[in-house]
């Protein structure tokens, strides 16, 4: 019997969970598209657990979003309470968003974890202390720990508010709770990155052969893992790591730390701001001598960051020392990039590890996890996602909206394009003109989704003089408060009605969720591609020598996956009703408009006229 948390199941919400139980009672993988509103979540989870329970396995639901967290740990208290069933669950992020210590949210990854590792060596760290004596929980440890049980399914910012007060490290008091736990709600990480995951699994006694692995948010899942496998060096930080070690007093590491200086310098002598070129693996090491010298040099530089970090919590040497150990990787699958561009009137000349192929990391939980499987309401083509996470015998299903087709009105808007050519003040007017006359239409809150913040800014100046609306910007790097503070005051004017400028791939068009009909329009502006640079160009050859489909695997899929994300902000519920508009002419040539959902009925319209008149006719 199904764990099914609420009182009736939607037929094809019954489809997603025999597809579920399929593929894991037979050790497959599973690639879905499952739009949102489907109840994918409620419908992975019954199953999973229902067979994890049956058969002594742990089930790890993935997700890199908070809010993702939230509606997971509420489906399990749900489950347990319909179904009076007793099971430990433990959510779980990054060592460093739990941490109880003050000031580490300035800290990079390598940084904190050099940090904390001085902090408890050293015994400075009253909350691990305090939660910990070797190997095993403190009595007032044991105590956090049962009382979490008891309270539970609790979400992570529960978990960390209650063993602060206690002064005990949360992390500790989550990780040793895990032990016990039959579902782990986590980040990606802490599954696919391969040193995370057996510490993990060892501190845990978890295995991953015992493990059912839901990835949610799946579309997300290549481009996370590959920015963990890519690492940057800089004159910059090279330059910082100088003046660490003069003052405290590590100069064995700095003749090291100039030969890189050099070797950066002479390889982009001549480049200019902006260019960038491809460069091998000897070009940079080299400078540190031979193979034995190169070792000997990463040895050095891990124990002088360990003297830095321990003084002061930051350490540019963390970095240089990351960067150097994955520089001596593999070829295949990455790119070694240079680049120069300049900061504050100087140059500043950047090395790139980039990784291409997500299979690196991936693969391994393919081949060893009991069942994996990936969902996300904007998988398509789910063909793609089983190539790149490298799942050959992966079961593919595509599952329509739930809503009403009635409920959106979609068109393609043909009058102006933000394709590079074409761009200009004359462009710019017309998707101002364009912008405007459908916000003016639109009975309530609209967003507009731009490919960048700069593009966005040149249409803001010639749209805020066409538009009466209240205008709200998304800006890079917003915090969470700031964001959350937005949304409020955004939401006052869900009857008058405001503009939103935000961008595609940004905090607006993922990450947040705009409840209870508060959008009622958006407009994806433009196709949000990636700039055509040396990493997309590498990533096209990669999946051509790989797939045979490098143009669309590396360019066009990817572009449209940002366009549909934007575009599902608009309808969240079967009560949402809303329009959607995909304002450049290039979303009507085949290439695009063939991964648009053929079940949204798209209309066309060519010009601003057209499509004010369609929305005057949705909206009546």
Request: proline share 4%; hydrophobic share 40%.
């Amino acid at each position: 019997m199904h764990l099914f948390p609420h009182e009736t199941v939607r037929p094809v919400q019954n489809e997603l969970m025999d597809s579920v139980t399929e593929a894991i009672s037979s050790r497959k993988g599973l690639v879905v598209h499952a739009p949102t509103g489907l109840g994918k979540t409620a419908a992975s989870l019954a199953p999973a657990l229902r067979y994890a329970i049956d058969n002594d396995l742990t089930v790890f639901f993935l997700t890199s979003r908070h809010t993702q967290h939230r509606i997971a740990i509420e489906t399990l208290r749900r489950m347990r309470e319909r179904h009076s069933l007793d099971f430990t669950v433990a959510d779980i992020i990054g060592k460093k968003h739990m941490c109880a210590q003050p000031g580490v949210g300035k800290l990079q990854g390598g940084e904190f974890y050099e940090y904390c590792k001085a902090l408890r060596e050293e015994g400075n760290c009253q909350f691990y202390a305090q939660a910990r004596t070797g190997a095993r929980l403190t009595p007032e440890g044991k105590l956090a720990m049962a009382q979490l049980e008891q309270r539970g399914p609790l979400h992570v910012e529960e978990s960390v508010a209650h063993c602060t007060e206690q002064e005990l490290c949360p992390y500790e008091i989550v990780s040793a709770l895990s032990s016990k736990a039959r579902v782990i709600v986590t980040d990606y990480y802490s599954i696919f990155h391969p040193t995370i995951r057996g510490s993990f699994f060892r501190r845990s006694g978890k295995s991953l052969d015992k493990a059912v692995v839901i990835a949610d948010e799946g579309h997300n899942l290549p481009q996370r893992l590959r920015e963990l496998l890519s690492t940057r060096l800089s004159t910059m930080m090279l330059r910082r790591g100088v003046k660490e070690a003069r003052k405290h007093g590590c100069r064995d590491v700095i003749p090291l730390l100039t030969a890189l200086q050099d070797s950066l310098n002479s390889l982009s002598d001549r480049m200019k701001s902006g260019q960038e070129r491809l460069v091998t693996r000897d070009d940079v090491a080299k400078a540190l001598g031979n193979e034995q010298e190169y070792e000997d040099a990463i040895a050095a530089l891990e124990l002088a960051a360990e003297q830095v970090v321990a003084r002061q919590m930051r350490s540019a040497l963390t970095g240089v020392h990351a960067f150097l150990v994955a520089w001596k990787g593999p070829d295949e699958g990455f790119a070694r990039i240079l680049q120069v561009n300049e900061m504050q009137g100087l140059p500043l000349a950047s090395l790139t590890h980039r990784c291409l192929d997500p299979s690196v990391l991936s693969s391994d939980v393919v081949k060893q996890a009991h069942a994996l499987i990936v969902m996300s309401g904007t998988l398509t083509p789910v063909e793609m996602y089983r190539d790149l996470l490298s799942m050959p015998n992966a079961v593919l299903k595509t599952y329509p909206s739930p809503f009403p087709v009635t409920n959106r009105l979609a068109v393609v808007l043909t009058s102006a394009t933000t394709q590079y050519k074409a761009r200009g003040e004359e462009q710019f007017g017309r998707i101002a003109a364009a912008c405007s006359a459908i916000a003016e239409k639109v009975p309530g809150n609209v967003a507009l989704f731009f490919p960048s913040y700069g593009l966005r800014d040149l249409v803001k100046t010639q749209f805020e003089r066409s538009c009466s609306r209240t205008l709200f910007l998304e800006y890079s790097q917003m915090a969470q408060e700031e964001k959350a503070a937005m949304l409020e005051r955004f939401a006052g004017y869900k009857k008058s009605g405001a503009v939103l400028m935000a961008v595609s791939s940004g905090s607006f068009s993922e990450g947040v969720d705009f409840p209870d009909g508060m959008l009622k329009g958006v407009v994806i502006v433009g196709l949000p591609l990636q700039r055509p640079d040396l990493e997309t160009e590498c990533l096209i050859k990669h999946y051509d020598r790989k797939f045979g489909r490098g143009w669309d695997y590396g360019y066009v899929y990817p572009a449209m996956n940002r366009a549909m994300q934007s575009a599902g902000r608009c309808i969240r519920s079967e009560k949402d009703r809303g329009a959607v508009v995909f304002l450049d002419m290039r979303y009507a040539w085949p290439q695009y408009a063939q991964c648009l959902p053929k079940e949204w009925q798209i209309r066309l319209a060519r010009s601003d006229e057209q499509c004010v008149s369609l929305l005057e006719e949705f909206f009546g």
